[in-house]
């Protein structure tokens, strides 16, 4: 039977360019990058190469990147140390970000008694700006947090506009940019953002590995305490090989971007327009959706909701319900209660998501096993 996979947003296969890199670096570069003989200056000149390459890719200065184990820690490190140390007592964010931000906000919510507002969500599934502003006129120390593209409907946030009305209110603006990283242009020196966060297994590079970019000036303090590792920020033996896979995953990434990011719009495209022929009464969470993510509402009954998901499976077809971190769960998804009304929030949605490696026939089957439930 082919496999076939169709839940990009939930992480993304290695090029095979990305596993040659990383099976070079576990061969051949073993040393401390810490370490100063030949071995150990070896490895560290392939951690600052990556990170030079990956600065290039984003616009920012090297210096202002941070290698961390995720983007989970990165915004975790972010929004504590933003209220520890640079004194922010409120944060601003909405109700369907990931919830690696939400449970974090909720956390120094309780933890340090700092105020929490959510911007109003509007029926596109985008983030109503007027209410931000209203939002932003109160006095306070701010930081804003909002995703750029939503992991569950595909919503695409204004990261420019976002920013410039966050910093004319002197507020901080953290993005978790983990679906947008390697599949939309970034000049991070040119943009108001203070923060982002990414990981690189979700644009084909591995897992356990991601980064933080923290605008120059702004001192946050140490994530993890102990050796002068990532300018003594986050301590501990950097994971050379996975740095070194995920700059090769980014560079290929940007390198390929234009004719990749035409071929899965176009592949988005032919999966509405074969959906809409076979299932008239389809409908599409979100609007003007980023390339690559299409959440829809079938028009089957609710009883059938727990049997989508398993039925492609076992037809051997991976798509999912929302976030893979919530796909086993029963509940409603979190983003999708926000768009949808309760009767419609009861009836089977599906997350389709695409990389360049899935084809037409992958959309054909996925419509021909939809037809069989
Ligand atoms: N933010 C978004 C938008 C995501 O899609 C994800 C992963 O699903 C994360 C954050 C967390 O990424 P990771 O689990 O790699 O830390």
Not at 332 to 354: G, N, Q, Y
Request: proline fraction near 3%; charge should be neutral.
């Amino acid at each position: 039977m082919k496999r076939i996979y169709l839940d990009n947003a939930a992480t993304t296969p290695l090029r095979a360019e990305v596993i040659t890199e990383m099976t070079q670096v576990l061969q051949n570069d073993f040393g401390n990058p810490s370490s100063t003989h030949s071995f150990g200056r070896s490895s560290k000149t392939i951690l600052e190469t990556s990170r030079k390459s990956i600065a290039k890719l984003m616009g920012c200065a090297a210096q202002e990147l941070i290698f961390t184990s995720n983007a989970t820690e990165a915004t975790n490190w972010i929004l504590t140390s933003a209220v520890k140390d640079l004194k922010v007592n409120r944060i601003i964010t909405s109700k369907i970000e990931h919830h690696a931000t939400l449970y974090t906000v909720k956390h120094l919510q309780h933890q340090y008694n700092i105020e929490v507002d959510y911007v109003n969500i509007l029926p596109s599934g985008g983030i109503d700006m007027t209410h931000l502003v209203n939002l932003l006129s109160k006095e306070a120390q701010t930081l804003v947090t909002l995703m750029q593209v939503n992991n569950e409907i595909g919503t695409v946030l204004d990261i420019e506009k976002t920013g410039r009305i966050c910093h004319q209110h002197q507020a901080l603006f953290h993005c978790d940019t983990v679906q947008s990283i390697g599949k939309t242009e970034f000049i991070l020196h040119e943009l108001p953002v203070d923060f982002i966060v990414a990981s690189a297994h979700k644009f084909h590079g591995p897992k356990g590995i991601g980064f933080a970019y923290v605008k120059k000036g702004i001192a946050l303090q140490p994530l993890l305490f102990g050796g002068e590792q990532e300018k003594g920020l986050r301590a501990g033996t950097e994971a050379v090989h996975q740095v070194a896979g995920m700059a090769k995953a980014l560079e290929l990434s940007y390198e390929h971007l234009e004719s990749e990011r035409n071929y899965i719009s176009e592949l988005k495209k032919y999966c509405i327009s074969q959906l809409e022929t076979q299932f008239p009464e389809i409908k599409i969470n979100g609007e003007a959706t980023f390339y690559n993510i299409l959440n829809i509402l079938l028009p089957f009954s609710k009883e059938k909701t727990a049997m989508i998901l398993f039925n492609l499976d076992m037809k051997g077809i991976a798509v999912s319900r929302g976030s893979a971190c919530q796909s086993g769960s029963a509940k409603p998804s979190h983003v999708l209660a926000e768009i949808l009304t309760e009767e419609d929030l009861k009836k089977p949605s599906l997350r389709i998501s695409f990389s360049h490696y899935n084809t037409k026939e992958d959309i054909d089957a996925l419509i021909d096993g939809l037809k069989g439930i």
